[in-house]
């Protein structure tokens, strides 16, 4: 599919209105795709890789406008783009007000696939959808001396071949900002209806695979059969089951008994561990964003070399740990969780333990559908197969192992509660005891309790330059949750200054600085981007803030850097913890 073709549809999902009639759009894409098939679901979505894959373009915004600015002409820099960008409001309107295609560099003459020597293949129409996904592979791939200058020539490279159209959409898909109205319901939907299968397989096949362009290539060449053949893959990650807070009188309302387990103050991981039939293993660890985390947390990789004998793929968290194997804050696990660099000394200063709470696939086994009680069960005899105790140990005796408690008892489970919270933990975990594992979805079947003080994960969405010693440093953070039917508005709730340290600013400033959209003075407006956890007194309503309501002593706890902003917390729970007030 020419790449032009593909522009020329966006455009028309973009300005299509009806949800129905996108989706009927996005099915005619993709029965059109012919072999470009599995990038052409990618990018309607504006991915450049499957959603399983933690590989990213590492593209920031200054390069993308370097490579637009030298196609665009000689007489056009990174800082014009930039400046139009500040009066447009979007980069894709911006790429597409240049005349790109006369241009000559070194993109032009390689991998970026550019025009001939006199550089007339700019008018776009040439360029494939094959060759943008290959030059964008190829682009994530560079790295080393001179990687910055390599990519910025690749990026020329398909600029100088864009047309207008082109442009604007090859501009949003570098920079993660496609949207077209287009997200993973639609895709699954579109798939459904342009291959003539049904949904349910679709989704199932999604849940497994985490992989859209798979599954669509699977649904038109091999049909339901197809789908239902596929399973989950050691080493492939999928996205974590996620829970909503909730209380123990409706959890007991709504299911005979619930499952009890503590609820851990650290870092959510999926755990992959292959074992081979010479009885060599492979194990890797994914964060709850499915990025590769194996490198920082040896512990980890350590445990499962020590404790599985069989292929498996776990949920849960990893904890900081102090010398007596006390819990640490959460803060001290961030430390650790993405770290590229000196991870030894690294480990020294921080200690991690795994902690493990669900079983998703044992032996050739896929347990997705298999009820928690019968999954918790497969993960004990996992654990416990290693374990120097008894043939049938105590459940509390296995390393890693979070326990499960099943009762219908409101007092049982505050005991259980305070027993959490008497260990250094967060408090509990309510879940349905016959619920299915359900990746991605953030249902009633698990839900969440914290103590009475409660915290919420808000997005910070502008701040205000400070005073005197602070005159370089952002403070004063303003607070927002999602809100709106796809939960993509954002309403304000408060802002918070109180709990930082000048040491804290200095790192806070350095982190969102590169997301300042705007500044009038003092204050700043800030690109949706950076996650605060915030604890508060009580939550008031207020005229003041969009929301309606306002954090009442509002006190910051941390940055929660495993949480994109589409993971915060929205209006509707603000709303659920006013009422519990």
Known sequence: MEFATFA????????????????????????????????????????????????????????????????????????????????????????????????????????????????????????????????????????????????????????????????????????????????????????????????????????????????????????IDGLDAMDLEVGRPVQAMLAQAGTVTEALEEWDEAAVEWKYDGARI??????????????????????????????????????????????????????????????????????????????????????????????????????????HDRLESLLAADSDSEPDPDPADVEGLSLLWLTDDPEEIEAIDADALESGHEGIMLKDPDSTYSPGRRGKHWRKRKPDVETLDCIVTGAEWGEGRRATFLGTFELSVRAGDAGDDLETVGKVATGITDEKLEALTELLEPHIAAEDGQTVDLEPAVVFEVGYEEIQTSPTYSSGYALRFPRFQGVRSDKEPADANSLERVERLRDRQ
């Open 8 to 223: 020329d549809r966006a455009a028309a999902i973009e300005a299509e209105p009806a949800d129905l009639e996108i989706v009927a759009r996005v099915s005619d894409l993709l029965s059109d795709a012919n072999s470009d098939l599995e990038v052409v679901a990618r990018f309607v979505q504006g991915r450049v890789f499957p959603a399983w894959d933690s590989t990213t373009l590492d593209i920031g915004p200054s390069t993308c406008y370097e490579a637009i600015a030298r196609a665009a002409g000689p007489n056009v820099g990174g800082d014009d783009v930039e400046e139009r960008l500040a009066e447009v409001g979007e980069i894709g309107a911006v790429a597409a007000a240049y005349d790109f295609g006369g241009q000559r560099g070194l993109g032009a003459f390689t991998g970026g696939g550019g025009g001939d020597e006199s550089g007339e293949n700019g008018n776009g129409g040439d360029l494939t959808v094959n060759e943008v996904a290959e030059t964008l592979a190829d682009l994530a791939a560079t790295e080393g001396s001179g990687s910055q200058d390599r990519k910025v020539d690749l990026l020329f490279g398909l600029f100088n071949r864009c047309s207008s159209e082109e442009a604007r959409y090859l501009a949003r898909l570098v920079l993660s900002e496609m949207r077209i109205g287009v997200g993973e319901g639609t895709v699954r939907d579109a798939i459904g209806e342009a291959f003539d299968v049904p949904t349910d397989r679709v989704q199932r096949a999604l849940q497994v695979s985490n992989n859209y362009g798979q599954v669509a290539r699977v649904a038109r060449d091999e049909g």
């Open 270 to 375: 999926q755990l992959h561990h292959r074992v081979d039939g010479d009885g060599e293993s492979e194990t890797s660890v994914f964060s709850r964003n499915m990025e590769d985390v194996t490198a920082a947390l040896p512990e980890v990789v350590e445990y499962a070399a020590r404790t599985l004998e069989e292929s498996a793929i776990l949920d849960g968290e990893v904890v900081a740990i102090d010398a007596d194997g006390s819990p640490l804050p959460f803060q001290e696990v961030l430390k650790r969780f993405r770290r590229k660099h000196d991870v030894a000394k690294a480990r020294e200063d921080v200690t991690v333990r795994p902690v493990f709470f669900d079983c998703l696939h044992a032996d050739g086994d896929d347990l997705l559908a298999e009820p928690l009680t019968a999954r």
